[in-house]
């Protein structure tokens, strides 16, 4: 009795294990070798972009570089790299006083890794910390509000939410509270929260 009591305790130990593993797996964010993009740069309005096919051309041709824009004071706008027609490394925006207003990581066309947006007020504060699989949402996002308080804490996996749902008033107090597993929720949900993510939209019901 005593063997077998030490064989199903090993026996659940193990897929324990297991489960551990394919969840780990799940969450894990793809990784690419980095891409170099060549240093040449253009300006923006000189190039073509294929809604169709997500391309961008210079001449009929797929453009590789830097596509740059600018206000009209002549300071530089935005910065956006470009291989082989498709968005590649790093996209960066400023704001009219020169401040970074997002940094954004894309990789063949797609958003992946982390999109960063701040304030444009003079304490120029991170409200926004996004992360992406291939396109999708996938990891921890996190928002705060423009004086600095933290506002939500989402996970993701590939687009679909997974795991603890948190959202808090501006005075820190907590508003949403669940967990969403197995396409259900679990725990406090308030049908206001209607997340927003910018590029991805996370919609809550009742």
């Known amino acids: 009795m005593r063997n077998l ?3 199903l305790l090993i026996q659940l130990i193990v897929s324990c294990g297991q489960a ?3 969840d780990d797996k799940s969450l894990k964010q793809e990784t690419f070798t980095r891409l170099e993009v060549p240093s ?5 309005s000189r190039l073509v972009y294929d809604n ?3 391309i961008w051309t210079l001449d009929g041709e797929k453009f590789s570089g830097y596509a740059l824009t600018y206000f009209p004071d002549g300071t530089i706008k935005q910065k956006m790299g470009i291989l082989e ?3 590649q490394n790093e996209t960066i925006d400023w704001y009219p006083d020169g401040q970074v207003k997002h940094i954004a990581h894309y990789h063949k066309g797609k958003l992946h890794g982390e999109k960063k947006t ?3 007020d003079s304490r120029h504060l991170l409200i926004s910390h996004l992360n992406y699989n291939s396109g999708k949402l996938h990891g921890v996002q996190k928002k705060w509000y423009s004086t600095g308080e933290l506002f939500k804490v989402l996970n993701m996996n590939m687009g679909k939410e997974e795991g603890i749902q948190k959202a808090f008033r501006e005075n820190g107090d907590l508003f ?3 967990e969403a597993k197995d396409g259900r929720n679990y ?5 206001f929260l209607c997340v927003g993510l910018e590029d991805e939209v996370v919609q809550y019901e009742n």
Do not use: E, P, Q, V
């Open 5 to 7: 009591m030490c064989i």
């Open 20 to 22: 551990s593993k394919k």
């Open 40 to 44: 040449s740069t253009i300006d923006k």
């Open 52 to 54: 169709k096919i997500s």
């Open 85 to 87: 027609g498709r968005k």
């Open 118 to 120: 701040w304030s444009a």
């Open 176 to 178: 949403a509270n669940y």
């Open 187 to 191: 725990g406090l949900k308030r049908a």
